[in-house]
């Protein structure tokens, strides 16, 4: 998406008053919604992030996965403020290992992604 594809969706924005923010993922980030079918204390090897939460992969906003469900490590289920049956917009960083997830991504105030 170019400069002017972001400045027409700003402007369509604000021609209907609505307030968001844009942000911009990086290649190879994964950003879906999915909603969380299982949250499940493991051994994960890091003692910030002992829970492990299932999600089914609902829809890709960005990037490429062709799997039905997704895991990612949190510190907890009360901490992260996340539910099994509920949906989310998950935010995954590509890193050497796979994938990392910020618990607290789904809180952001980002409204909007633009997939490179």
């Known amino acids: 998406m170019g400069k002017r594809t972001v400045s027409a969706l700003f402007t369509g924005l604000l021609l209907v008053g609505v307030s968001a923010c844009v942000r911009v993922a990086k290649p190879g980030d994964l950003i879906f919604k999915g909603t969380v079918t299982k949250i499940a204390v493991a051994n994960t090897g890091d003692p910030l992030r002992e829970w492990v939460v299932t999600t089914r992969v609902d829809r890709v906003v960005c990037g490429s996965f062709s799997g039905s469900t997704f895991q990612f490590a949190i510190h907890s289920p009360t901490r992260s403020r996340i539910e099994v049956g509920q949906q989310y917009r998950i935010?995954?960083?590509?890193?050497?290992?796979?994938?990392?997830?910020?618990?607290?991504?789904?809180?952001?105030?980002?409204d909007f992604w633009v997939c490179r």
Request: hydrophobic share 35%.
């Open 91 to 110: 935010v995954a960083t590509r890193v050497p290992q796979g994938y990392e997830v910020d618990p607290d991504e789904w809180r952001s105030w980002w």
